[in-house]
């Protein structure tokens, strides 16, 4: 795992390589989006929220696999902006490193 990312986005570089690799990428990217498009998946009983959170982390999920052979994505701000364009975020100091310079 690169050391360099952060932990969920190197899971998900890892995961992308190894999907690729074994050429299942296609096949994942195929559920991913079924189930981003199942809005029927809404309407049942049951937490709304909950079924809602599943088809926004799978949107972000197949976006990242969709995207990755043509540009790097290093953090959640990025595949963030790559989903939606109209409302970028912007990249966040992390803790340490706004302590080590406010110090």
């Not at 959170?53 to 197949?62: A, E, G, P, S, W």
């Not at 939606?84 to 340490?96: M, R, S, T, V, Y």
Request: glycine share 2%; charged share 25%; aromatic share 14%.
């Amino acid at each position: 795992m690169d050391n360099s990312l952060p932990k969920y986005m190197s899971i998900l570089h890892v995961y992308y390589d190894l999907l690729t690799e074994t050429n299942r990428a296609a096949s994942f990217c195929r559920k991913l989006l079924d189930e981003v498009s199942n809005f029927n998946a809404l309407q049942k009983t049951g937490s709304f929220h909950k079924k809602l959170r599943k088809q926004f982390v799978c949107l972000l999920i197949l976006t990242f696999f969709e995207m990755k052979p043509f540009r790097e994505i290093y953090s959640f701000a990025d595949l963030w902006n790559l989903c939606f364009e109209e409302n970028q975020i912007e990249e966040q100091i992390l803790k340490k490193e706004f302590v080590e310079e406010s110090g």
